[in-house]
């Protein structure tokens, strides 16, 4: 115990420090409004399966699209220094897709699904390519290079299927955007878990990580290391691509509807702050994917927070907004400076420090 | 304690989390004196100069100025009491006027009076003999030059102390000259200069006395011309004298019979033109001339670090194409950047990742080193290079300059190359660890690696080169070796007297 | 890619018509023919705008005698431009949804003086009621009262009612907030909570998923449109709490989506309030006499469809999109 409290205040805030801090004041804060908040009850869905249910359920489930997002997006910050502001807009472009192909067959059927899942994905990878490519070949700031998909991306969405609000429905589609006959455990849930166990071995059967933060940090030093740099920062923007894929998925299957006016937006402002909370640089470098899907938890619980407290969801922007500022400003390198001198000096007090030389 | 300091710091400590940076130094700097401080890197020169300049707080101690104690908390502080600062980075504007960047954040009123501070600016300038008018933007001067404005500025800032961090790094002969005029002048003005540099024949050339630093305490204080060169060494490293000097008996090798390892004809690239060049195996050969002679940019072309526009190389016999990084290190070809800052170090990651990046790349994104192998090369590479970190898990960017370096080196060693080229390893480090890397290479050598070394000391040069390419105006002008390789023929051909 | 083509080519005729101050001569100028120029929102702004655009080009198509122009803008200026246009260019009829209430007086002046009759649909604007002929429109506040109206009737014990609105602030919200809010006053209904979700279905199910997790009771669910009455209902079937025809909790929505009124037709949604986008052939009526204008404003009749009601034809007629 005494071990883990040094290590995450001995050098002062760790990387993880603020997004655990968050989610445990706001658990903490919960329990005294609503000793009940936290409750899981276990009941019958209208398909007559066995599902667990409570706010816990709510944020955990409800923060899968941002979360996935958020995994994307803190590779890309990582590695070109910068963040995609139209994944929402391309969610709503490869949900539109995900729909179409969907719609286009006679009957949906698991290999439909499958299909239609990689056509979104194929869809999504094209744009993020086009992304991708200004940002790495024509070393454009990747915020503007983004803003251009931003801004047009959802009419693209409109194009793709003509109709305001198009619908499937089939049992499959239930089961991924709620729950599998047998599991009790939401299905967006699950496909958080595989998708950042899928981000794990990549990072350990490949040496993306490593590669990716040299770029981020010193990209000369990199090339000169070898490292294709434009190759790297590419492929963050895919790897993006295909968590975008996965979210407006989600997105489409939870209702089964596309809105492509509606469907995650704003989304791309609450995956960069996810990537922020979890204590990622967002001038790129070192990253910690595990920190970005803690801060999307920290963001979906504040709001759930919110809407238990029966604030007006027009006030909801504003109080997350303050909540928010006072986070990034304790991640601040500032106030972490700060905070690491006043626990270096609480700990000098037991332990002696060995002269050393030191420039 | 001295009666007649202008500038007394006594008794400094400075704690830094892990490592006592200063224990109870002294140091006194007299009027119109240049004194030089010296240590290697990690012996606390820096930090001393950071408490003084307000960058960093002391824990203990006192800092008197004239007698009187002062607080400096800031480097506004150190200005206001008369300390200024020259470093060794430039910290001016480039894209503005000299007497812009001479006046820049010391106006007193909100409107500028344009006209009245180039007039003012020039005054300075000449009053110093300082070549550069106030109208010139100063990235249109040379760096000396430029160095010296900040100099200028400095002085207008009506100081007692200047401070002089690492000035001549980046400079060449000449400008160095122009500098340590202006050193001289100053004194004679009765400025006290303190002096922080590598080179020790400028310490011996310039300044009065001189203060050593070792380990973060203080070694001694001594007058210049009452130490000779090779006790100050021995002061700084503390190491014996004998081990100096057994370097550089290993000078003339009979490489002729040796085969060629590299061989490049017309190469060029968009900073190098056309050359060619070779070296065998285990040959250690280096590229010298002034700054901006094309030393740098030829190497580069030979690691396709710029554009390759042409040329044809050879490696062991083979046509091969170099256009890329990657496609000399999978030739074997291991290259350490001159900007350790910018080209080398990935100063945020560990010195563990650092150590293998290049193994890494060469053997490809999808055949990751594990992270115990890691961590075997890394102590195996912290251990033989003597590199002093915390752990092999500490940023690289906290490691004093020398053990960055070997942290680099320790990155090409790993990928086994057939040829290494080192461009300035040894720029801005201290003395200990370049006897180290000048010993490293030529052990390299007798395994049979190829080196490329290239430095701006010529004596250091002389030491590990069997031969030289001298480089002037962006070609080679000549090629010395054997009895040829003395430090005035050298001269002679990077001047041109006799190439 | 059919649609979009025609979109396509539909923009790029708006487009040149801007351009050209509407350059183009129509072919043969036979009495026989009326010009109606169109000037309305594109299609692309709403599944209820695309309905509006597709019916008016069914009703004034060539077959029915019209020559039909048309001009698609959200932007206020351009769709004043167009208007222009469309006056140089001598049309017979004028027909407009503005973007914006305010601006029109001069361009309409200009029509009046060129003898052309300008009819407003589906949006007012603030001009004198003497610059055109008749305003068709539907009335918000009438399908929020409509709605309430039919949830009256359904005689429940108590009203506990979870109230989703629109974007705040917009005409529809307003409207169908308005009646329910009358109630809430009255206490004859009782508001378990009423928040915005933004026209965003996602949004609606957290919302509702918000107040299971707090266990309230509730039994009605007042949904502001199609959307996210389906979002509400999502949240349901993941509680397991039964809906629509016999279910535990009422839900309702509004707009007639096809596929809203086909979730009536099964049972699963209770009711459902039309903001009908059809009113081209009450323009053509008047235009052509069969029929002649009681007031200025003629208030589109809007029907609410009821579960237990509906038919398949109900769904062929009124329905939205697909």
Known sequence: MKNAFKRIFGTGLGQLTIPIISILLLVVFNLIRDPSFFSIGIMHNNDGNIVLAGNLISIINGASELAVLAMGMTLVTAACGGQDISVGAAAAIAGSAFVKVLKSAPAINGGIVVLAFFSACLVAVIFASFNGTLVAVFKIQPMIATLILYTCGRSIAYWINGGATPTVSSPIITGIGSFIPGIPVPTPVIIVLVMAVLFKLLFHFTSLELFTQSVGINGSAARLNGINSTFIKLLSFIILGVCVAVAGCIGVSRLGLINHETLLLDVEMDAILAVAIGGNNLGGGKFKIGGSILGAYVIQMLTITLYAMKVSSTDVKAYKAIVIILLVVIGSPVVKAKFGKFMGNVMKKNKKVPVKGAE | MQENCLLQMHHIDKTFPGVKALSGVDFCLRKGEIHALMGENGAGKSTLIKILTGVYQMDGGEIRLEGQPVVIKSPQDAGNNGISTVYQEITLCPNITVAENMFIGRDSSFFVKKKEREKRADEILTKLGIPARSTMQLGSCSLAVQQMVAIARAVDMKCKVLILDEPTSSLDDKEVNMLFDLMRDLKSKGVGIIFVTHFLEQVYEVSDRITVLRNGELVGEYLTQELPQVELVSKMIGKELEELSSLGETEETGDEEKEDFYVAKGLSSSDALAFDFNIKKGEVNGFTGLLGSGRSESVRAIFGADKVTGGNVKIKGKNVKITKPIDAMKHGIGYLAEDRKRDGIIAELSVRENIILALQVMNGMFKPISRSEAETFADEYIKVLNIKTASRETPVGSLSGGNQQKVILARWLLTHPDYLILDEPTRGIDVGTKLEIQKLVLKLAEEGVSVTFISSEVEEMLRTCSRLIVMRDRHIVGELKGKELTQTQVMKTIAGGDA | ?322
């Open chain 3, 1 to 322: 890619m059919k649609k979009f083509g025609a979109l396509l080519l539909v923009g790029v005729l708006a487009f040149s018509c801007l351009l050209g101050g509407c350059g183009a001569k129509t072919g043969g100028k036979s009495s026989g023919t009326i010009k109606v120029g169109v000037v309305n929102n594109p299609p692309s702004e709403s599944g209820y705008r695309e309905a509006n655009v597709k019916d008016m080009e069914a009703v004034f198509s060539a077959e029915n005698g019209y020559d039909l122009k048309t001009a698609y803008s959200l932007k206020n200026d351009e769709q004043l431009q167009a208007a222009q246009g469309f006056i140089t260019e001598g049309v017979d009829y004028l027909l407009i949804s503005a973007a914006e209430t305010t601006g029109w007086d001069e361009v309409l002046k200009k029509a009046q003086e060129a003898g052309i009759k300008v009819y407003l649909f589906d949006r007012m604007i603030d001009v004198d009621e003497n610059l055109y002929e008749a305003a068709v429109v539907s009335d918000m506040a009438k399908e929020g009262e409509t709605a309430v109206n039919w949830l009256l009737s359904q005689n429940l014990a108590e009203y506990n009612v979870i109230h989703i609105q629109g974007a705040m602030g917009s005409d529809a919200q307003i409207g169908r907030t308005g009646a329910l809010d009358e109630q809430f006053a009255a206490g004859t209904m009782n508001k378990v909570v009423q928040q915005t979700a933004t026209w965003d279905e996602a949004e609606a199910k957290k919302i509702v998923e918000s107040v299971i997790n707090s266990g309230e009771d509730f039994n009605v669910i007042y949904a502001e449109n199609d959307g996210m009455a389906k979002g509400a209902v999502a949240a349901l079937d993941e509680a397991g709490i039964t809906h629509g025809v016999d279910g535990q909790v009422i839900v309702m929505g509004f707009d007639c989506n096809k596929w809203a009124l086909r979730e009536l037709l099964a049972g699963a949604w209770n009711y459902d309030g039309q903001c009908s986008p059809f009113q081209a052939q009450i323009i053509s009526d008047l235009i052509k006499g069969n029929t002649t204008a009681s007031s200025k404003k003629i208030i589109n009749e809007e029907k609410g469809f009821d579960a237990k009601t509906i038919t398949q034809s109900d769904i062929d007629t009124y329905g939205l999109g697909e």
